[in-house]
């Protein structure tokens, strides 16, 4: 009982610096990178479409929580399009190619339809 309260002790106690960890490499799950290897085409592509989607994403908040949402995918939307078309110019595998379409299209119709939303609401 004694391990298993300090296990539990221990565990509670590196809770703090492990968000804080997470936080400071990127805080966007799945978007901070790592040591980074040379850079192919592909590669060079994929890196331009994430900065430029993080740089876009980086938006003057206003307070409205779903103007905010808003704002903030459409250039997520774009980056994803981005990604989809680097993947398009060298994918070798059918099905990425595939996907890669199905996410320019269904990332495009929603753009638009955000577009749309934040007119309708007289927000750009």
């Known amino acids: 009982m004694r391990t298993r309260s300090l296990v539990l002790a221990a565990a509670l106690t590196a809770l703090p610096a492990l968000a804080w960890a997470q936080g400071a ?7 901070s990178a790592p040591a980074q290897t040379p850079g192919t085409p ?3 592509g994929y890196r331009q479409a994430n900065e430029t989607m993080h740089r876009n ?12 949402f808003v704002r903030s995918m459409i ?9 989809a078309k ?4 060298h994918a ?3 099905q990425i190619r595939k996907w890669a379409n199905d996410v320019i299209r269904e990332q495009e119709r929603e753009i638009a339809e ?3 939303w934040l007119s309708k609401k007289g927000v750009r």
Request: glycine letters at 12%; charged letters at 20%; hydrophobic letters at 30%.
């Open 92 to 94: 070798k595998d059918e």
């Open 86 to 89: 680097v993947a398009l110019q």
């Open 57 to 68: 994403m980086d938006i003057t908040f206003s307070g409205d929580s779903d103007v905010d």
């Open 25 to 31: 490499h990127g805080g966007h799950s799945g978007h």
């Open 114 to 116: 955000m577009q749309a």
């Open 75 to 83: 250039p997520h939307h774009q980056g994803a399009i981005d990604m």
């Open 42 to 44: 592909s590669t060079q």
